[in-house]
């Protein structure tokens, strides 16, 4: 089975030369390699012209959902491996997606774990990004830095959606799990993904994450849930209804213990880390709630706009 891995990326820095070091040390070699650049200009673009092992695509101003289309089409191979060319993947991350696919899967959904520099990181990513042993595979929706599917199913179900500028990996899991796809969780190909720096960074990613379920009307549930807790939190709040607060409180505690439990594992055993982790998550999960409540309103404006 001869399979296609293919990528995107606009200035990747350093981080472009590390992903393809990653790719020429897979247990399992690639057949091709496909990368779509959306118009880089830091030298992202020379690294990539310098490497006689890529077919590069060059697409100045496209979208990630235009680029992955592009790179798809240009691929000559009907298993399509997918990752972003600013992450690092595991050694066997290939052999492990390739595997399952040959035993019969549609889609194989690996998966994904941070690379953190610092102690905000380290409480972003445990906020942000579920353990293994976590998933449910019957519901999981991978990312699609770490994915593999045949091109049949991909072509059935639409391809990436050009029209939706972030989130297009998630409109096309709805567009798989609707077809009724045998879809495989391939927890140890992992790829390495790096967690945003800053606070402003972390707000602006997860706004444009729920501007992007907005836009395309996805995750109405989970959406419709947050308001619907942080409303009753601001009613018990201002009707100084103690008991309503208490149990949003320990409710509030129960849900973020998990998240706190993840950041003791990444971090350094320093008992000074781990005591900040309890009060620096939930500010983490506060700061990502409220930028997902307002991406999402942004998103269903556009959704409702006469001009869409």
Sequence with gaps: MKVSLIATVKDGGGAISEFLASVRAQTRSPDEVVIVDGGSTDGTLETLRAAADVTLLESPGANIAEGRNLAVRAATHDVIAVSDA?????????????AAVEDGADVAMGFYR??????????????????????????????SRSIAFRREAFENAGGYPEWLD???????????????????????????????PTLASTWRQYYRYARGDGVAGMHRG????????YGTAAFALLARRRR??????????????GKIRRATRLLPARRSDRLGALAVVPAMMLLADMAKMAGYLSGRRVRRSPRR
């Design 244 to 257: 309503l607060l208490l149990a949003l409180a320990a409710a509030a505690g129960w849900y973020a213990s």
């Design 166 to 196: 972030i989130g297009e990996d998630m409109y096309l899991n709805h567009r798989f799990r609707e077809s009724g796809l045998r879809m495989d969780f391939v927890g140890g190909a992992v790829a390495f993904w790096r967690v945003r």
């Design 222 to 229: 989970r959406h419709a849930l947050r308001f619907a807790v």
């Design 114 to 143: 941070p690379i953190y520099r610092s102690f905000l990181e380290a409480c972003s990513a445990a906020v942000s990004m579920p353990e293994a042993h976590e998933v449910n595979p019957a519901r999981f929706m991978p990312s």
């Design 86 to 98: 600013d992450c690092t993947l595991a050694p066997d991350w290939l052999e492990q997606l390739v």
